[in-house]
């Protein structure tokens, strides 16, 4: 197979014409799925819910949809030219450091940042482990994880790694819909009514502050608009597309794989939209209603104790496993992004060729297997992984204005951007962009100003 990272004439393929065709050629949102879903969906919506009640249900369906007009207007920059993320950061307007622009550095430094919450990630793995196995210990199993993370992940192998998130999606989304399911056999059985109360697009003073900070956690962040890049070109979509000539044929072709991608964000979006819902009437049916509001990870042992009393001991397996699909999900995608991320990182630092397919792919192995490490240390060390998940926050808001100003750039500024553009895909897209930006900078006042 060809390097799909190198845009030549022999990988050209023409793009399905059928929706049903276009099914076929998915795969980079189940990725995309597998990184959305986790801590934050299964903990920050749950208690959002728990705080605000149903009033706010609106909130988290809106946070998963707006975002989306971001995500494709820069995929569809990468499908056009070829480009990885850290090229087309390295080619917006500004000063070098070294050899890489500014924003490279910039991204490269607020990365390193979201360590930590990599850390946090990896802890919220092993404290569900425990509470399925507890002989073993909570530092234990994060260093057991680590190392069963990298095995699965160091050859970088693109169909492996997209099988194993859909995997994982479909555990967690089963799961998901099952719990929310099994909910109406228990005393917080869902109403209609609730339901209508959480789409009538009111919210309470007292529940903004709650609102706001879900709206920034939920759907897609800066991170995985830049993963979503680099999936995009293994799954083959600019390759298929083929060098940009600007011939009739090449436009046909790049409209007929820009729609697959649409495809495929739009599924995606569908799919994790519909288990942040879950989890966050899982939250404002039962923990709501009993003015119950847990701190952090003993959210899981709460949830699941519910569902013990009215079901039986097996649903605390149950909701257990579940939680594990989740937050590995987030744990092993992540993994397999940041590999290739910093790989193309280090290629603008002049560190390796990334498009030397052997450096490339031995860069991907290493980091697959230093960065779990150091993630488990940091948890060993740090011991608090909600807080390490929430300290990611402020890094995402930075990366989503980043991302945000990258997509306006080429959308105006680059004749990628003038490529089958309509009204309403504009509308569209600024409507994503004031929405980001909105919450981004709240977010930024509320932790150095609030």
Known sequence: MSDPY??????????????????????????LSAAIVGSGELIATTALGAKAGFVAFWVIILSCLVKVAVQVQFAKHTILTGQTAMQTLDMLPGPRIGKARWTVVLYFLIMLIKLIQMGGIIGGV???????????SVLAWALIMAPLSSLLVFRGYYGFIEKTSLILITGFTLFAIAAV??????????SWNQLATGLSFSLPASAVMYAFG?????????????????????KGYAAHTGPRDDSAAWEERARGWISVMHTDAI????????????????????????????????????????????????????FMVGAFFVLYSTLFSALASWGRLFSDIFSQFGWIDFYDVKQRQRSIAILS????????VLFI????????????GIAGSVLLIMVVYATWYFRYRCS?????????????????????LGVSVYGVYQVFMG
């Open 267 to 318: 599924c995606s979006m569908v799919l994790y939209t519909t288990v942040t819902a879950a989890f966050f009437i899982l939250g404002a049916a039962i923990l709501h209603t009993r003015q119950v509001v847990p701190e952090g990870y003993q959210l899981l042992e709460v949830l699941s104790s519910i569902f013990t009393e009215s079901l039986g001991p097996w649903a605390r397996v149950f």
């Open 369 to 376: 297997w230093i960065f779990p490490l150091i993630w488990a």
């Open 126 to 136: 092993a404290l569900v482990m425990y509470m399925i196995v507890p002989q073993v």
């Open 381 to 392: 060390f740090i011991k608090l992984p909600l807080i390490m998940v929430l300290s990611g």
């Open 6 to 31: 190198l845009l030549r004439v022999d990988a050209i393929q023409e793009p399905p014409v059928s929706f049903a065709q276009r099914l076929k050629h998915l795969g980079p949102g189940f990725i």
């Open 214 to 234: 879900a709206f920034g956690i939920t759907g897609i962040g800066g991170e995985e608009i830049i993963y979503y890049n680099y999936w995009c070109l293994e």
């Open 181 to 190: 399911f099994f909910l109406q056999y228990t005393p917080y059985a869902l």
């Open 416 to 436: 990628t951007g003038k490529f089958d553009v309509s009204l309403p895909s504009d509308v569209l897209f600024w409507i994503s962009i004031l929405s980001i």
